[in-house]
């Protein structure tokens, strides 16, 4: 891996793109394919090297190709690396607790609180992407603001497979 020069680590990096949250796609999609004409197995041979460097390759493009996997890189990529630790504003969290028990209600049977969780889902999914917006606007984004986002996308996401009755492994 090392002889292919990638910070294994960040995907703007790996792919040697400027990290920023308004990320080019077609410049990605150009580097992806790039990496993928060098390394592909069926091209070189069963290097286990190269097919680690595709595998990479597939995963970091997955994750840039997704709102929350760019704000997860750009974040990365700034040296944040406390994620997962608790930003969520105590007015949000409330706010949610009330969502899922809708979600628990709409799941018991209630068709009046499955239409009004899905409404409450889907503003707060706009919300969430008025926000984002407004971060990507900014020359130099507030990366705690990025990662209460990065949370707050989390979080909905978590309860949005709930309200569709997906069960998360």
């Known amino acids: 891996l090392e002889r292919w020069g990638f910070n294994m680590q960040n995907a703007f990096e790996f792919f040697g793109l400027t990290p920023s949250l308004n990320l080019d796609a077609k410049q990605l999609r150009v580097r992806y394919i790039e990496i993928q004409r060098q390394g592909h197995p069926d091209l070189k041979g069963d290097d286990s090297s190269e097919i680690d460097v595709i ?15 760019v704000v997860r890189a750009y974040l990365l990529s700034m040296d ?3 994620l997962n630790q608790n930003r969520l504003p105590k007015d949000f969290l409330f706010e949610m607790m009330g969502l899922n028990d809708e979600i628990d209600e709409k799941h018991a049977g209630d068709l009046a609180a499955g239409e009004r969780a899905g409404a409450l889902l889907n503003q707060a999914e706009i919300e969430l992407t008025e926000a984002l917006n407004l971060l990507k606007d900014a020359s130099s984004p507030n990366l705690d603001e990025l990662v209460e986002w990065y949370q707050k996308s989390k979080y909905l996401d978590r309860l949005r497979k709930n309200f569709l009755g997906i069960e998360e492994i």
């Open 55 to 69: 595998e990479l390759a597939n995963r970091f493009y997955e994750e840039l190709r997704t709102s929350r996997g």
């Open 80 to 82: 944040v690396v406390d």
